[in-house]
């Protein structure tokens, strides 16, 4: 049974980095794709990041592009997201979740309720 999770979270003040990791345990936990969902207060929880399997396809939200890295090790158990230039709209909860399917991962609107993996989240705050 695969399982994953977050950490890494933490307080920045804007412009600065954090690093968030996303740790999968079990046999097949390398073959699946891995993604990074958020939500903000009052909002609702959206699309961040995504890496497939193999390692070689990403996929990015259009507000993140250029400033957040996803990336996986070479046995594709650890997930991370390098997050730079860090905005204040970027504080909220940040969720690791996996499927098998690619497309169900980088479904938008989101279908994060739907995917197979899901992890508790961690807070990243971002301030003046």
């Known amino acids: 049974q695969a399982q994953l999770a977050e950490s890494g979270g933490g307080s920045v003040e804007t412009g600065g980095s954090l690093r968030l990791s996303c740790l999968g345990s079990?046999?097949?936990?390398?073959?699946?794709?891995v993604g990074w969902f958020r939500q903000a207060p009052g909002q609702e929880r959206e699309f961040v990041a995504a890496i497939d399997w193999s390692g070689t396809g990403t996929d990015y939200a259009d507000s993140v592009q250029g400033r957040f890295y996803i990336w996986r090790t070479s046995d594709k158990k650890t997930v991370y997201l390098q997050m730079n230039s860090l905005k204040l709209e970027d504080t909220a909860v940040y969720y690791c979740?996996?499927?098998?399917?690619?497309?169900?991962?980088?479904?938008?609107?989101?279908?994060?309720?739907?995917?197979?993996?899901r992890g508790q989240g961690t807070q990243v705050t971002v301030s003046t």
């Open positions: 979740a996996a499927d098998l399917n690619w497309g169900r991962l980088i479904a938008r609107p989101n279908v994060y309720m739907s995917l197979e993996l």
């Open positions: 079990g046999n097949t936990f390398s073959d699946y794709n």
